[in-house]
Structures are given as structure tokens and as C-alpha cells.
């Protein structure tokens, strides 16, 4: 079973996902914040990684661009899901090595999970 990794501070957002991705088939994750979702995701090798850019303490960007310097860690596509919908925000993921940009008030969680299979095939 895939592992999904959420690294969002919105606990309703992440619970909810959580249970969606489960749904789906998936093995699902939560991580409240930047550090820790680092640490889940070294830990656990998740298959995709679900970020939000806006975190308490160091930002989603940042935690992608730590990510993608890890060895263990590089490799994982990182989906991010942000409320931030500015061209220079999404420029910026791309840039970092996110391999999709996902607005959360453009998608329903149906979507997202839509969106999540058709990057895991």
C-alpha cells in the first residue's frame, strides 16, 4: 500500500484528507509542521508527499527545498496544496522541485485525490 504523507497545520484539512486518501486505498500520514513532516517523511519513505506552504515555523518552501537535498528524501514527488495562488509562488515550487501546484480552493478533496493517482500511476 502507498504512503501519503500530509504535512499541514490545519488539523480539520489534514484529519480530513487523512481519511479520503484511506478511502482511497492509500496509507495516509500527518504532519502538523515542517520539522516534523521532515522527520515522517526520512522515517517513513512515503510514496508522495501532500504541502502546504504556509506552516508555523519554517515554510513549505523551505521544506521542499529540504526534501529534494536529502538523499533519502529526494526522490519523493511533493504535491504542493497551498491557499498562496500567485504565479511567482507556483514558479517558485517548480523551481524547488515540486511536480504539481494545487490551489485548495480550486480542488474538492475528491479531486485532490484524483490528482494524487494520476501522479502515483
Known amino acids: 500500500m502507498a504512503k501519503i504523507l500530509i504535512i499541514e497545520d490545519d488539523k480539520f484539512l489534514r484529519e480530513l484528507m487523512i481519511k479520503k486518501l484511506e478511502t482511497a486505498g492509500y496509507g495516509a500520514l500527518g504532519a502538523v ?26 515554510d513549505g518552501f523551505e521544506v521542499l527545498a529540504k526534501l529534494k537535498q536529502e538523499k533519502a528524501t ?6 504542493i496544496l497551498s491557499n ?3 504565479q ?3 514558479d517558485k ?7 504539481e501546484y494545487l490551489i485548495k480552493a480550486n480542488f474538492t478533496p475528491g479531486e485532490i485525490i484524483e490528482k494524487i493517482k494520476s501522479i502515483m500511476k
Not at 33 to 58: F, S
Not at 74 to 79: A, G, Q, R, T
Not at 93 to 99: E, I, K, R, S
Open 33 to 58: 509542521d515542517g520539522e516534523e513532516g521532515i522527520k515522517k517523511a526520512q522515517k517513513e519513505r512515503p510514496a508522495l508527499i501532500l504541502l502546504d506552504l504556509v506552516l508555523p515555523g519554517m
Open 74 to 79: 529526494n526522490s519523493i514527488p511533493v504535491v
Open 84 to 86: 498562496l495562488g500567485q
Open 88 to 90: 511567482e509562488d507556483i
Open 93 to 99: 515550487a517548480a523551481q524547488l522541485g515540486a511536480v
